[in-house]
């Protein structure tokens, strides 16, 4: 399974959210930069990468950051989300070398800005679904929408989405383990790869993820556990990410 590091920038820095409240922040390094030298130094085969100041202002904030982040992990492929609300945003971070974006609010509140992605940009389009109670999150997940996840990502199947970004945001910068059984029956009524996000603490967490990886759970996002020691991803690598049939993600073709 793919064991992928996150770096989420605000103001700048590289922080971590606890339950997505931009009140509750932790600034772990203010060089996201460096950072991502860092993965990569480590082992990272992907890095994903958040403009949180850009998911709140409905625009990129901080492209230019991430365009930096993309050459100085060189040729490490590097999935970004947060603020991609038009094509001119989604066109950029392409150009600059970014392999997938992730696209949230713009998804649900605009169903055909995805769909259009999806033929301008086949194989490099994810959605990202967070939710809290089995119900969608938009706006930098400060509004609850009425969507179902399970609704959501069915249809973004259809649109072509290459896979889907779960993340259980009652769980997500908590350190108290994946919601593991939720992700497995989202990955199993869906035939495009899932990602898990949220919550992961150990190395039992991901092994626990990884036992569902033919349910349909490829990849993990890692966190607070790497920036707080309590993972680490050398040995996740080790542990999880050896096994080639694990490594075979149908997203990176």
Not at 93 to 119: K, Q, S
């Amino acid at each position: 399974m793919l064991v992928i590091p996150a770096i989420d920038i605000k103001d700048g820095h590289c922080v971590r959210l606890r339950q997505g409240k931009l009140d509750d922040v932790t600034v772990f390094s203010e060089d996201p930069v460096a950072v991502a030298r860092q993965w990569a130094e480590q082992g990272a085969r992907r890095i994903h990468v958040v403009d949180l100041d850009g998911a709140k202002a409905g625009r990129p904030v901080h492209a230019g950051l991430i365009s930096e982040i993309v050459q100085a992990v060189d040729g490490i492929p590097v999935q970004v989300g947060g603020g991609i609300r038009d094509e001119e945003g989604a066109e950029a971070y392409m150009e600059a070398g970014v392999e997938w974006i992730v696209i949230g609010t713009r998804a649900v509140n605009a169903p055909h800005f995805v769909e259009d992605l999806c033929v301008e940009y086949p194989g490099r389009i994810m959605v990202g679904l967070d939710a809290r109670n089995g119900k969608v999150a938009t706006d930098a997940w400060s509004k609850l929408s009425e969507h179902d996840v399970l609704d959501l990502a069915q249809k973004y199947e259809i649109d072509g989405v290459c896979g889907i970004v779960f993340t259980d945001i009652s769980q997500d910068g908590m350190m108290a383990g994946p919601s593991v059984e939720t992700t497995a029956e989202l990955a199993r009524n869906i035939q495009i790869p899932v990602i898990a996000s949220g919550g992961i603490t150990t190395l039992d967490d991901l092994k626990a993820l990884a036992r569902h990886q033919d349910d349909g759970i490829h990849a993990a996002i890692v966190g607070r556990a790497l920036y707080e020691g309590t993972l680490s991803l050398a040995e996740a690598e080790k542990a999880i990410g050896s096994d080639p049939v694990a490594d075979h993600i149908p997203m990176e073709d």
